[in-house]
């Protein structure tokens, strides 16, 4: 039963892939300008050889149609292109990238549902109490806080006037990073068998992964108690405190659970949100992850980069969507059967 | 499975076991800060004092080897945005590249800042110049070796030079002028040119000029050989590690996070006093400068001016400053069909009168620029000689002669600049743009503002499609030529975009090219510039001063403008 509303979601997925490929592709290429004039440095750019070499290595002398069928070819055999930025694969760049994205992304979202609904059932539990008035009013303030703000008033009281937490960057700017294998400094720096450069990775996931995740943390302490509340008022929450259940169980155990849907539903959407949309947290903490590359490319009109990110963060919602849909099935038998 | 699923969170409520959980988290934060904090202690250096540098030859003076004292080591860290694609010196055209190049490579002949327009030798001991500039002759030093031992020899160069051409990357033009080279024997390189051209010498000095380890490259796939663009494989690992003979050896590079390089244990002269150099890749000015202040880097290369003015004003850095060669100009079309009214020489005379040039620098820039007299930047050859030539703001004389042109009522300019962009020295582009046209109605001219995208403005303004635009200009080399032969040679580069023609300043520029003796070069490119400033296709606004903040234990940090900063002279006390 299961089994199969895994597989029917999953092949819903692929129409939806090809479709963003299509989407993507149109779009950046309608832009009305060269990309060659925006990326060659002068003398190549005045040089019409250098141009028409340049044009031909890109593909770009070839119509849209055919650059399209060209790279949709090459995408199924996992090439992603050439950036004309970095001149390196696409693919590799964001090998690089991606994991870098992944580990503060994670970091945010453990931040913002431990926060964030200890938060949300404190306030249902204690409704309209000093309690819920105060976690009512840092879920407002995460939410309504610019990120770029709140990162660098972050940095300046917490790293250069009370010294409590590393700045920005991955690791101290008089490390150096350790030998590359996932990607992952938390795993490559144990792989590497080196504790401290560990221990020094963690605390630079810290602040970066609070104020990338206080805009999630404020919204899922919100979904939490809203969602809460309404299932604290249901029959069977009634019928199981006359029980003589425990309240903490009741909560817990039968509130909760019921109430999860929506917030499954938020910590799915945000989490890649957190993943696509972090340029300004990756900019002030020197994090070299996907959403600064993805502006970067746009900005230099670099396509094929613009398309690879695209895709990925693409993919990235799809499996989120998917793996929410799924959990959903698992917490609420009906949504299956539907 | 639902009691196992919230188990965690029923730990949780339980107070006393929570607290505990938050106390075990904090433990865990502060304990990576100790790790943070336990650096390994720097090790002192071990290196003897190797053989001295041979005598500095003939311009040279014989550079002071600056004493190695026992506060030598350590880790020297810069915060910069790192913006390259690559490390392999033959390919490298880019802004960081030329800190790694000037660290771990060297090359024939080289400079000392501040003084840009000697050009001494470095790696061959003497240069020998024919009359006619057409064939340049080295004698290379004795006792060089590169970092993996190697003796540094004739075929180095020639495998060097050949290899930059035959790659055809972006900087593979600097080597086409080059015919024929010769190797008589292990140290001497006889270069013939295509044409004669004294600029030569001072192109040597760019970091593509570098000289390569040929042993080592070829090993790692490397080829000078016709085709080396197909054939070439060396450059993934040029991006890793060097093979020059310089203080310093690449050691690694995480695009967009870090390169770092040690020193080198084998350099053939005065060893450097930092034992490991770390570019670290900081985009946000802001962060650049909290990271300066704490102490966790000791150069912040990418503060604007109000940064600058605040570290100063606290004073918890040092301000280094140095002329840059970048230049910003003010392009106006020469023809009727596009530039109308300015095809008239008196009217852009007029705008050259109006714009208020010291309002531009002490106001937007404050004060960190100057102004040669053209656009050939101040410090070269050249300039000096030229200085009777600037225009100064006089807005009676431009009203006079905006009369004489018919003009006296104003006239409507149409001023293109990038939307959103920026100009050399961190200027925006709108608001130079404004201020410009703010000058201009003083005079009765009425600017209409034109933003177009950043490329979009680039790509018409390389067309020849715009009326009046300002746009900047960076150094590919070190010698006025650089600039004389694309603003004042018909159908070169920046003319061409104004429909630019006057064959006698052409004339003057191409044959100070082909002058041996400097000071009659010198006064050609005068001669030159008097005259293209007086036609007034371009004007000068402004050449911006590079602001680098360094920490107050940093010692022996001087900008250079081809290598950003020479790191075998940096100390840390």
């Known amino acids: ?338 | 499975m639902s009691t196992e699923r919230t188990a965690w969170l029923t730990i949780a409520m339980q107070r006393r076991r929570f607290l505990r959980l938050t106390s075990l988290g904090a433990g865990l934060i502060g304990a990576g800060l100790l790790g943070a904090c336990a650096r390994p202690p720097a090790t002192p250096t071990t290196a003897a004092p190797t053989a001295a540098p041979a005598p500095g030859q003939t311009p040279a003076p014989a550079a002071s080897p600056t004493p190695v004292t026992a506060a030598t080591g350590g880790t020297f860290v810069i915060a910069r945005l790192t913006d390259t694609i690559t490390l392999d010196p033959s390919r490298q055209y880019e802004l960081t590249s030329p800190i790694v190049m000037g660290a771990c490579y060297e090359r024939l002949v080289t400079i000392q800042p501040p003084d840009i327009r000697t050009v001494q030798p470095h790696l061959a001991e003497k240069f020998d110049i024919t009359q006619d500039v057409t064939t340049y002759t080295f004698t290379l030093r004795e006792g060089v070796h590169f970092a993996s031992g190697n003796q540094l020899t004739s075929a180095d160069v020639v495998f060097s030079f050949n290899r930059l051409r035959e790659l055809k990357d972006n900087p593979s033009w600097l080597a086409d002028i080059i015919q024929a080279m010769e190797t008589p024997d292990a140290r001497t390189v006889r270069i013939r040119l295509t044409e004669p051209n004294a600029a030569f010498l001072a192109m040597l000095v760019s970091p593509n000029f570098s000289i390569l380890d040929s042993t080592v490259v070829k090993q790692q796939g490397g080829t000078d050989q016709p085709g080396a663009d197909k054939t070439d494989k060396a450059t993934e690992w040029l991006n890793q590690n060097s093979a020059g003979s310089g203080p310093f050896v690449l050691k690694g590079w995480v695009k967009e996070q870090e390169i770092v390089m040690e020193r080198n244990p084998n350099y053939w002269g005065q060893p450097a006093a930092l034992e490991r150099v770390i570019i670290r890749h900081i985009p946000d000015p802001t962060t650049q400068r909290q990271l300066l202040e704490s102490g966790d880097v000791d150069a912040a290369h990418n503060l604007d001016a109000d940064l600058i003015a605040e570290l100063e004003q606290a004073g918890t850095a040092q301000i280094v400053r140095g002329d840059t060669l970048d230049t910003e100009y003010f392009a106006m079309h020469t023809s009727p069909e596009i530039g109308k009214e300015l095809a008239d020489k008196r009217v852009r005379q007029a705008i050259a009168y109006a714009i208020d040039y010291d309002g531009i620098i002490q106001q937007i820039l404050r004060g960190a620029a100057v102004r040669p007299p053209s656009v050939i930047p101040s410090g070269l050859l050249g300039v000096t000689e030229a200085e009777d030539a600037r225009y100064q703001t006089n807005l009676e004389r431009a009203r006079q002669l905006l009369g004489e042109a018919g003009l006296a009522n104003g006239f409507d300019l149409t001023l293109t600049f990038s939307s959103g962009g920026t100009e050399v020295g961190g200027v925006s582009s709108e608001v130079l743009a404004s201020k410009i046209a703010d000058d201009l109605r003083k005079v009765g001219i009425r600017v209409t503002l034109d933003p177009r995208a950043p490329d979009v403005r680039l790509a018409d303004y390389r067309a020849g499609k715009l009326q009046c635009t300002i746009s900047g200009w960076t150094p590919d080399f070190l010698d006025p030529h650089g600039w004389a032969i694309p603003f004042g040679v018909p159908g070169e580069a920046a003319a061409k975009r104004v429909a630019y023609n006057n064959p006698q300043v052409a004339d003057l520029f191409q044959r100070a090219a082909r002058t041996a003796d400097p000071q009659e070069r010198a006064r050609l490119y005068a001669e030159g510039q008097r005259l293209l400033n007086e036609d007034a296709p371009f004007l000068c606004l402004y050449q911006p001063k590079a602001q680098i903040a360094v920490g107050k234990n940093v010692q022996g940090y001087v900008f250079d403008p081809v290598i950003g900063v020479d790191l075998s002279k940096v100390r840390k006390s």
């Open chain 1, 1 to 338: 039963m299961l089994g199969q509303f895994v597989l029917r979601r999953f092949i819903l997925t692929i129409p939806l892939l090809f479709g963003i490929t299509l989407v993507t592709f149109t779009v950046s290429h309608l832009i009305p300008a060269d990309p060659l004039m925006a990326i060659l440095p002068e003398r190549a750019a005045s040089d019409p050889e250098t141009v028409r070499m340049y044009r031909e290595r890109w593909g770009l002398d070839r119509s849209l149609p055919e650059q399209y069928v060209f790279y949709l070819r090459n995408l199924l055999r996992g090439d992603l292109g050439e950036s004309y930025t970095s001149r390196r694969p696409v693919a590799q760049d964001l090998r690089e990238r991606f994991p870098a994205t992944v580990e503060l992304a994670s970091a945010a979202m453990l931040y913002a549902v431990t926060i964030g609904m200890t938060l949300g059932i404190l306030s249902a539990v204690w409704h309209e109490r000093w309690i819920d008035h105060l976690a009512r009013v840092i879920s407002l303030v995460g939410v309504s806080l610019p990120v770029f703000w709140l990162g660098l008033l972050a940095l300046q009281l917490f790293y250069a006037n009370l010294r409590l937490l590393p700045g920005p960057g991955r690791i101290d700017p008089r490390l150096t990073a350790p030998p590359f294998r996932t990607g992952f400094y938390t795993i490559d720096s144990l792989l590497a068998g080196d504790l401290s450069l560990f221990l020094n990775v963690l605390a630079h996931l810290v602040l970066p992964g609070m104020v990338l995740g206080s805009y999630a943390m404020g919204i899922i302490a919100r979904m939490t108690r809203s969602a809460l509340l309404d299932v604290l008022g249901a029959d069977y929450i009634r019928t199981a405190r006359a029980k003589g259940l425990m309240e903490h169980r009741v909560i817990l155990v039968h509130a909760l659970r019921n109430a999860l849907i929506p917030t499954v539903t938020v910590i799915g959407l945000t989490f890649g949100s957190l993943l696509a949309g972090a340029v300004l947290t990756e900019t002030i903490f020197a994090w070299p992850g996907i959403g600064r590359y993805a502006v970067d490319a746009a900005m230099k009109l670099d396509l094929p980069a613009v398309m690879g990110v695209t895709l990925l963060i693409a993919v990235v919602y799809v499996i989120v969507n998917f793996v929410t849909d799924v959990l959903y099935g698992i917490l609420d038998p009906r949504i299956r059967v539907s």
